[in-house]
């Protein structure tokens, strides 16, 4: 079957789209829209077109993989919307499924729209780095206004089709058949002439509505380049011809795809669709049903897990060793639910819902039906131990037996059980309901079952799943210790914790070190830092920041740790903390030096890519791809950057290792080789064919 099946229904010519999973515009699609054109131009029967797309949906945007083919190689999408802007028979665009990008822009250039009500249109290319680049900035301000469409733009969000239908930028919502539908509506529309073409529109706005949405993106995409490009667009498409804004966007937009940004989203894009495969994990691996959840531990992070659970609809018995302790955990999930619904995010009704699925108990034989038991307790090796124990007696065969543990070896803690087959780790980050990223621990002997059942659950609660091996910290915490101990050496060295924390803030990321560090609490640092260096038989720490938990500055939660906190939660720097780390210095015999942004940066980043390739070289990770995708959900690094990983191709690897040595640090071996190979990390999963 052709890539564009052509079918007569009668006076109608219907070229149905078959390119899975998404329609999305690759090489073939064009070609084949324009032979069903030709077809239906040639043809006097044929008097009107539907397009519409096989499968789950209609097109989903111009293919992403083809962004860096040469130009000659790409699909034009844009000379194929120009004829169908042109062509002289009227064209309905039938969506149902997702009408996006370049998608929902073919649909702007038929003569008609129509769609199921649960379609969804949008014009998501901001968060790829780009822009709508065939002819979304100008039809669309001239369909819904320029207000609506600069906020779908800059957000990049869809709209549902019945909102669509409000906005005329659909024409008819279709019950029942949607192609019947759609052909019955381009057959009664056959005859409309001259043919409505929304590029012989006019948009009309306040030219302060430009100036205002400069200044939103300022905060709504800080440091993005396309945001700005589409401000810009969407003016000229009320000040400018068509054509003239027609042709800036086609500038602009090789401007924004060939920008680093661009490129970064485009490699996280892949990289979090890539995490989800398990080399030896098809889709045949069995699963097993997830209908109700227990959780021990009704703390921060036990009340955090049962809200994911009780958000999918899956009940939940969360068990405590004390009543007072139940109830506070109760009442914190409710408190959440309540705040949620004061901000009109849910319904009252909808905060009884989930409660409804909650049961409390003091009992963990009351876990023995469920399906996935999740251990949230005390980071303590001795108490996960016994809780394993007890619940190898109590849980039912079959049933998922999780530790929310942080840092602690997997391994050890399935070999208290007899089914170390189904003891996994499930490590949320704080706070839980709110926090994407889900780093899925592959215990060595865990079952693949066990494996995919976690990751068809990641996805059911809305989790990014990420599967890590076993070591201290799994990827991302590994990797934010040496990240920890970098940033303390810059201040040894000289720097104030504000300049590291600025450096950080300028590359995109909400938090630098400190500001990170105070947030989560001084006192778990200072606890890590001690244990590690028991493990290792290390003398007790006494760095600069040890001493100022000592002090009993512990962080936010005492508005006081590296910085003060007033009312407005701001972080400020405290002159006794700045006296405290001069005459740490002065004891350690550190002659003080001025570190500037860049060294601050490096030192800082490639603490992070360093310890990412030894990671990856040991396996703990699958991917580099594995790692940004980590970084960009569990520690706010931005996307457009790529992650660390990602970050570190863009520099290029030879730089980084350069800049490594230059700071007198030892690169890891697989940083060096692939440096040494003229190679990029990207390009190592790829040779591993994991991307
Ligand atoms: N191009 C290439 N591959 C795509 C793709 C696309 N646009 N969209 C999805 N895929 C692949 C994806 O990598 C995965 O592959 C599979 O399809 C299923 O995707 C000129 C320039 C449509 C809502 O940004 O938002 O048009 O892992 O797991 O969860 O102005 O895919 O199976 O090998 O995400 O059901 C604009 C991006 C492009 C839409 C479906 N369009 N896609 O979600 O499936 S730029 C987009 C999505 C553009 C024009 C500009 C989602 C989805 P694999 P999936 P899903």
Not at 149 to 173: C, F, R
Not at 282 to 305: K, Q, V
Request: aromatic share 6%.
């Amino acid at each position: 079957m052709s890539i564009v099946e052509q079918t007569r229904e009668g006076d109608v010519l219907v070229l149905t789209i078959h390119n899975p999973p998404v329609n999305a515009f690759s090489p073939g699609v064009p070609e084949g829209l324009h032979a069903g054109l030709d077809a239906a131009e040639g043809d006097e029967g044929v008097r009107s077109v539907v397009i519409i797309g096989g499968g789950r949906t209609f097109i989903a945007g111009a293919d992403i993989k083809t962004f860096d083919l040469p130009r000659e190689q790409a699909p034009d999408l844009r000379g194929f919307i120009t004829r169908l802007d042109a062509f002289p028979k009227p064209t309905v665009a039938a969506i149902h499924g997702t009408a996006l990008g370049g998608g929902l822009e073919v649909a702007l250039a038929c003569t008609y729209r129509v769609a199921t009500k649960d379609a969804q249109l949008g014009l998501p290319e901001v968060k790829l780095g780009v822009l709508p680049g065939a002819g979304g900035t100008q039809r669309l301000p001239r369909v819904v206004g320029v207000p609506k469409a600069l906020e779908m733009m800059l957000s990049g969000n869809p709209v549902k089709a019945t909102e669509a239908q409000q906005l005329g930028l659909v024409d008819e919502l279709v019950e029942g058949d949607l192609r019947e539908g759609a052909v019955a509506f381009a057959r009664a529309h056959a005859d409309a002439r001259p043919l409505p073409r929304i590029s012989e529109r006019s948009a009309q706005a306040d030219p302060q509505v430009f100036a205002a949405a400069r200044e939103g993106i300022k905060k709504t995409h800080r440091g993005q380049l396309s945001p700005g490009l589409i401000v810009d667009l969407a003016e000229m498409a009320v000040t400018r011809p068509f054509q003239e804004g027609w042709e800036a966007e086609a500038r602009l937009f090789m401007q924004a795809k060939d920008s680093p940004q661009s490129r970064g989203l485009r490699h996280i894009f892949f990289a979090e669709r890539e995490a989800g495969k398990i080399p030896g994990l098809t889709r045949d691996t069995p699963t097993t049903e997830i209908n109700s959840a227990g959780i021990i531990g009704a703390g921060t992070m036990g009340g955090g897990i049962a809200m994911n659970f009780l958000n999918a609809g899956i009940p939940v018995t969360i068990v405590e060793t004390a009543q007072g302790a139940l109830d506070r955990g109760l009442a914190v999930i409710r408190k959440n639910y309540e705040n949620t619904a004061k901000k009109g995010r849910m319904t009252v009704e909808d905060v009884e819902k989930r409660m409804a699925l909650l049961t409390p108990t003091l009992n963990m034989e009351d876990l023995a039906d469920a399906d996935i038991i999740i251990e949230a307790v005390f980071e303590n090796m001795d108490v996960k131990k016994d809780i394993f124990t007890r619940l190898d007696a109590i849980a039912k065969p079959g049933a998922i037996l999780a530790t929310n543990t942080s840092t602690l070896d997997v391994n050890e803690i399935a070999a208290v059980t007899g089914r170390p087959e189904s003891v996994i780790g499930l490590h949320f980050f704080s706070p839980a309901n709110v926090m994407r990223l889900l780093e899925i621990v592959r215990a060595e002997k865990t079952s693949d079952s066990v494996l995919a059942t976690s990751l068809a659950l990641a996805k059911r609660i809305k989790k990014v799943g990420v599967v890590v091996g076993v070591c201290d910290g799994f990827v991302g915490n590994r990797m934010i210790h040496r990240y920890g101990d970098e940033a303390r050496k810059l201040v040894e060295e000289g720097a104030k914790p504000e300049d590291a924390d600025a450096a950080m803030n300028a590359l995109g990321l909400p938090m630098g070190p400190f500001q990170m560090s105070d947030m989560a609490g001084l006192d778990i640092g200072y606890a890590i830092r001690q244990h590690q260096a028991k493990v290792r038989g290390e003398p007790e720490p006494d760095g600069w920041l040890d001493r100022i938990v000592e002090m009993g500055r512990k962080g936010q939660k005492t508005g006081a740790g590296i910085y003060d906190y007033g009312e407005d939660r701001r972080p400020k720097p405290n002159a006794d903390v700045q006296a405290l780390i001069e005459a740490y210095r002065a004891e350690k015999g550190v002659q003080p030096r001025a570190l500037n942004p860049q060294e601050l940066t490096e030192r800082l980043v490639y603490s992070l890519v360093n310890e990412g390739a030894q990671i990856l070289d040991e396996g703990i990770a699958q991917r580099a791809g594995d790692i940004d995708v980590i970084y960009i959900y569990g520690y706010g690094f931005p996307p457009y950057r790529g992650g660390p990983m990602g970050y570190a191709d863009e520099v290029g690897l030879k730089n980084v290792v350069a800049a490594l040595e230059g700071y007198g640090q030892t690169p890891a071996p697989l940083l060096k080789r692939l440096a040494q190979e003229g190679k990029t990390f990207a390009g190592y999963d790829r040779e591993r064919g994991q991307s």
